[in-house]
């Protein structure tokens, strides 16, 4: 390629394309691009200097193309069309999504759904300034814990309470805390990897505590414990791992007696629960998890949770226990580094202020809304939905409405299926029927909202129960029936 074709020979207005002799011929200016009819709406949207570089960028690729004889000169239609997508790919990559999965705390997709209060507290404190560390009264600097810890304690019963980024991070934390260069017995059946990064002794080498496994895999007795013991020893933990099985409830017996153990010696207790939740689940015909209120009067000193698992809120990780512990991990520098914002803190209070009236938790707070829908209900949405389902996969695929077992998620009661009614997707081809599967699958997720399912022997499944409401669902598969 020579030196005058560059950007600036069709960007100064010459005419466009008189360069050379070869296929150069009629490639547009940007100029002459920027005021088409077509580029309008990229012009408002992006912004003139946006839109030039984006011409520029495709033109070079054309020029680019042309000399390599893979393309001829393009009509400006089809070049402000790349641009468009020159565009959409710069664009924020973050996007929402159907998640029907079936899985309805996924780790992946962003875990709970917020309830509206959430969301419209998060927007009134995000768009200006708010008294996150201002105390109104004395006008002095204040603490910002003191927006939830209230509301924490009164759901819990703890003395005190402080939030950080998540419970990996509570976890570091108290163990950075209150056992940095000592040792933290833990029994061989708590070493939980959850969720693929979040291993426990991980976390706990990074905290710089000296882990002593006790036990056995599948057993570990008290006096496991006891003999663990020594001057060295920070504290005594238990990890809920919800991971594998657990049948019945005899964990609250077993964290007493640790508890009571560790208070002998004049040890700290400290529960990590994970998933944790503020209410008794079996109210709802759920399995049972421990809550967080079981946990303290279990003897835990600090308990640690998650607060988009069960909880049903936003990422974050929630640290409960005795005050004067409680205050040792305020004071740890590290608390600085995995403090919370106050958008997270906003939705925080918002979910635990929807605790408070237990009676209408069902309604008001997605997470808990979806794991107890029943098998019926989920069945008359997929009756709704199941004609578009059908329209827009007209002729390519059997559309049926099956049932289905989902999941609670995010190493939550994982054992605990819940009966649930998917659309099953099956190609008609019997030919390559797998790679078409695939393909149906990534139609699904191209779509400008797109509705992620899961493959599962041979069919593309779309569980109903996260969906919230029908209309979105049934605008992309409108999208998607078209031709
Ligand atoms: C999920 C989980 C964690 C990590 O919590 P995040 O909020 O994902 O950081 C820690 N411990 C246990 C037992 C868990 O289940």
Redesign the pocket.
């Known amino acids: 390629m020579t030196g005058t074709i560059d950007d600036s020979s069709t960007d100064s207005g010459e005419k466009p394309g008189a360069v050379t002799a070869t296929g150069f011929v009629g490639i547009p200016s940007v100029d002459r691009l920027l005021h088409s009819v077509e580029c309008e709406p990229l012009l408002e949207s992006y912004g003139r200097a946006r839109v030039t570089q984006a011409a520029r960028s495709i033109l070079a690729e054309i020029r680019a193309a042309i000399a390599n004889q893979e393309e001829s000169v393009p009509p400006d239609r089809d070049i402000i069309s790349r641009m468009h997508t020159f565009m959409a790919a710069r664009s924020f990559s973050l996007q929402p999504l159907l998640n029907l999965t079936g899985t309805v705390l996924h780790?992946n997709l962003g875990r709970a759904a917020l309830p509206e209060t959430a969301i419209t507290t998060m927007v009134r404190i995000a768009r200006g300034s708010s008294n996150l560390e201002f105390d109104l009264a004395s006008g002095k600097r204040g603490d910002r814990d003191v927006h939830i810890e209230r509301l924490i304690v009164e759901m819990t019963g703890a003395e005190a309470a402080t939030v950080v980024n998540?419970?990996?991070?509570a976890?570091l934390i108290t163990l950075a805390t209150l056992a940095r260069n000592r040792e933290v017995p833990v029994s061989r059946g708590e070493l939980?990897e959850?969720?693929g990064s979040?291993r426990?002794p991980e976390i706990m080498l990074q905290s710089g505590c000296r882990l002593v496994e006790i036990g056995s895999t599948n057993r570990t007795h008290l006096r496991d414990y006891a003999a663990a013991i020594n001057k060295d020893t920070a504290l005594l933990m238990k990890?809920?791992?919800?991971n594998y099985e657990i049948k019945g409830f005899t964990n609250a017996v077993k964290d007493s007696e640790v508890s009571a153990l560790a208070h002998e010696h004049g040890l700290p207790f400290v529960t990590?629960?994970?998933?944790g939740t503020l209410v008794d689940l079996t109210n709802y015909n759920l399995p049972h998890e421990p809550t967080a209120r079981e946990a303290i009067e279990g003897g835990a000193d600090v308990v640690t949770f998650?607060?988009?698992?069960l909880l049903g809120g936003p990422?974050a990780?929630i640290i409960i226990g005795r005050r004067d512990l409680i205050e040792q991990i305020r004071g740890n520098p590290l608390k600085r580094a995995l403090r919370v914002d106050k958008i997270t803190m906003a939705a925080l209070f918002e979910v635990l202020n929807l605790y408070r009236d237990p009676d209408r938790l069902q309604e008001t707070l997605p997470t808990l809304k979806f794991l107890t829908r029943s098998a019926a209900e989920i069945q008359q949405l997929a009756e709704q939905v199941l004609p578009a389902f059908q329209q827009a996969l007209n002729n390519h695929a059997s559309v049926t409405i099956i049932d289905a077992l989902s999941q609670i998620g995010?190493?939550?009661l994982p054992l605990d299926l819940l009966a649930s009614k998917a659309i099953r997707i099956v190609p008609l081809q019997t030919e390559h029927a797998d790679k078409a599967l695939q393909e149906i699958a990534l139609r699904f997720r191209q779509l400008p909202v797109p509705i992620v399912g899961r493959l599962h022997q041979g069919a593309l499944l779309f569980d109903l129960r996260t969906l919230d409401s029908v209309t979105p669902l049934l605008e992309q598969l409108e999208i998607l029936a078209q031709p």
């Open positions: 780790t998540n419970n990996a991070a976890v939980v959850i969720g979040f426990i990890v809920h791992t919800s990590d629960l994970g998933s998650s607060g988009d698992k990422q990780g995010s190493g939550s």
